[in-house]
């Protein structure tokens, strides 16, 4: 049952991503080690997974690792992927119980071995959900895949399986790491932060921000239905003017 009534579930967003960041400040402000915050973030993502796939929204993205996150302390990489790994693990039977179906995107193949293995066997569990898709976005960057696709695109203008000319929206969008899912129409950046980092840069181009100061650890429930409920106050034009809209 969503208890916000506020929400208008005619209107929702079918992808929404989060920038989940604040863990280390979080912690920072209870005395506590950065990974303590990381810890009490996995609730958050817990409680938004479930509370997007109560709403029936089928995407949601989290960017739980970027590229540049690599350049952090060893300790806190380490301690990063093994959460990633003990989550992966413990969460899979409520992933499945609640029709959630698991997709990575990033440069997966640098994880290491157990955190890659238990991701394509978590993801092989849940390849049937017909609910939300959850998508983790892992050792991620928004540039390293446009590098990626526009290096896929070159090649096949070499092999002459496509014309130049032929090269669209489209055509870039297939060569993705988030081929086949929709632009999310509302993006989330936690902790007061107003930055994009490298997150899905192609496909934010009409997405809707929604910045908080909340830290992510305290991103709940409550926090997401708040998030949601903004978004529906939002006039989306896509460049059109509102009379446009109207009519
Ligand atoms: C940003 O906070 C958070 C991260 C880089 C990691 C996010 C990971 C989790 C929430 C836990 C595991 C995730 C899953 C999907 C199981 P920060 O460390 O940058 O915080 P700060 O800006 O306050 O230092």
Not at 17 to 43: C, F, L, P, S
Not at 55 to 72: C, Q, V
Not at 167 to 188: F, M, R, Y
């Amino acid at each position: 049952m969503i208890e916000d009534k506020r929400i208008d579930l005619a209107k929702l967003p079918k992808h929404v991503a989060i920038i989940m960041d604040g863990n280390g400040r979080w912690a920072k402000n209870k005395g506590e080690h950065r990974i303590y915050g990381h810890q009490h973030g996995v609730t958050s993502v817990r409680e938004c997974t479930e509370a997007a796939a109560e709403l029936g929204i089928k995407f949601l993205t989290l960017y739980a690792f970027s590229t540049e996150n690599w350049s952090r302390p060893k300790e806190e990489v380490d301690a990063l992927m093994e959460l990633l790994v003990q989550t992966i693990l413990a969460e899979t039977p409520t992933l499945n119980k609640n029709k959630v179906r698991l997709l990575a995107i990033g440069n997966l193949k640098s994880l290491p071995g157990k955190c890659y293995e238990q991701l394509q066997e978590a993801m092989a569990e849940t390849a049937n959900n017909s609910g939300l898709t959850l998508v983790l976005a892992l050792s991620y960057s928004a540039k390293w895949e446009i590098v990626e696709a526009a290096k896929n695109i070159a090649q096949a203008v070499k092999d002459g399986k496509i014309d130049i000319e032929k090269i669209s929206d489209q055509v870039i969008d297939e060569n993705l790491t988030t081929k086949g899912i929709p632009d999310p129409e509302l993006l989330i950046r936690t902790s007061g932060e107003h930055r994009i980092s490298n997150f899905l840069l192609w496909q934010i181009a009409y997405s809707e921000f929604y910045f908080t100061e909340t830290l992510w650890p305290d991103f709940k429930r409550a926090a997401f239905f708040e998030a949601i409920v903004d978004y529906q106050t939002r006039e989306r034009r896509f460049g059109k003017t509102s009379e446009q809209l109207i009519s």
